[in-house]
T-cell receptor
Framework: GEDVEQSLFLSVREGDSSVINCTYT??????LYWYKQEPGAGLQLLTY?????DMKQDQRLTVLLNKKDKHLSLRIADTQTGDSAIYFC???????????FGAGTTVTVRA | DVKVTQSSRYLVKRTGEKVFLECVQD?????MFWYRQDPGLGLRLIYF???????EKGDIPEGYSVSREKKERFSLILESASTNQTSMYLC????????????FGPGTRLTVL
């Protein structure tokens, strides 16, 4: 999606933290999402955050939202080989049925 | 748990064939979507439906049509398949309401020879 941008690749060592970044442009975004796609599979919802929140934590996942800079990040603590996947950031716009997706960040976990 | 199923995981068709891809969801969601995913291009919306018999074009509707006769089922139709329609096709559904969270099926890898 042209309104949501992500870096394309991230390489991380097993056991380290991963941080995946995303920027969006629409200030009327209501919800922001992170999806995970493993090879050959559909997209799996990981977590989402409402636009009036700054942070959300769910086990190894931490989402940070900076509304002023329109910046969203996903931190994965203690990254494992099973975390190797493509991660998509998405935003929903108030009044619109659709989500706007970023191009996806391919995360590779090396031993 | 929300479940979205797609009729086939892998499909091989010949150029000119009519192709049906089916998607079923079991959560009584109002909205359903068809995307295609190609390397380097991310997810592109083909069509979506916000109610039975209602449909709207997405970003790349050319060469495709859709049908939604029942709330739980959304079909994507390739009237005359072409090689440039070789792709991964993903179906999703979402409820109405503030959180438009989309839930995805496992995808159909379509190859057109």
């Amino acid at each position: 999606g042209e309104d949501v941008e992500q870096s394309l690749f991230l390489s991380v060592r097993e056991g380290d933290s991963s941080v995946i970044n995303c920027t969006y442009t629409d200030s009327s975004s209501t919800y922001l999402y992170w999806y995970k796609q493993e090879p050959g599979a559909g997209l799996q919802l990981l977590t989402y955050i409402f636009s009036n929140m700054d942070m959300k934590q769910d086990q190894r996942l931490t989402v940070l939202l900076n509304k002023k800079d329109k910046h969203l990040s996903l931190r994965i603590a203690d990254t494992q080989t099973g975390d190797s996947a493509i991660y998509f950031c998405a935003e929903s716009i108030s009044g619109d049925y659709k989500l706007s997706f970023g191009a996806g960040t391919t995360v590779t976990v090396r031993a | 748990d929300v479940k979205v199923t797609q009729s086939s995981r892998y499909l091989v068709k010949r150029t000119g064939e009519k192709v049906f891809l089916e998607c079923v969801q079991d959560m009584d969601h109002e909205n359903m979507f068809w995307y295609r995913q190609d390397p380097g291009l991310g997810l592109r919306l083909i069509y979506f439906s916000y109610d039975v018999k209602m449909k709207e074009k997405g970003d790349i509707p050319e060469g495709y049509s859709v049908s939604r006769e029942k709330k739980e089922r959304f079909s994507l139709i390739l009237e005359s398949a072409s090689t440039n329609q070789t792709s991964m096709y993903l179906c999703a559904s979402s409820p109405s309401g503030k959180a438009r969270t989309q839930y995805f099926g496992p995808g159909t890898r379509l190859t057109v020879l």
